[in-house]
Nanobody, 121 residues
Framework: QVQLVESGGGLVQAGGSLRLSCAAS????????MGWYRQAPGKERELVAT???????NYADSVKGRFTISRDNAKNTVDLQMNSLKPEDTAVYYC???????????????WGQGTQVTVSS
């Protein structure tokens, strides 16, 4: 009943920038948290950045100062601006949202389908 659709991945050279976008739709009463995770080949999925509805943000140490998460509560969207990209940022990036459904009034954790980000050296 809730879908997350990501866009914006691709191939970029080291030092370049990319912007990822994620839009949530469906039976949404509110969204407590939206964020981005990533998974590189052979590694576990890891947190990149999150933003709660009150505005607070959280970043992995590896991306602090390079990535910026921004959220539009009215549009149920979250973006990730990635600057100064490094080859080690190469991964599939997943949008995540903790959503309060309209009906029934339950809280569910949702994931997008993932978008590939490849940074060449």
């Amino acid at each position: 009943q809730v879908q997350l659709v990501e866009s914006g991945g691709g191939l970029v050279q080291a030092g370049g920038s990319l912007r990822l976008s994620c839009a949530a739709s469906g039976s949404i009463f509110s969204i407590n948290l939206m964020g981005w995770y990533r998974q590189a080949p052979g590694k576990e999925r890891e947190l990149v950045a999150t933003a709660i509805s009150g505005g607070s943000t959280n970043y992995a140490d590896s991306v602090k100062g390079r990535f910026t998460i921004s959220r539009d509560n009215a549009k149920n969207t979250v973006d990730l601006q990635m600057n100064s990209l490094k080859p080690e940022d190469t991964a599939v990036y997943y949008c995540n949202a903790i959503v309060v459904w309209t009906m029934p009034r339950v809280v569910r954790n949702h994931w997008g389908q993932g978008t590939q980000v490849t940074v060449s050296s």
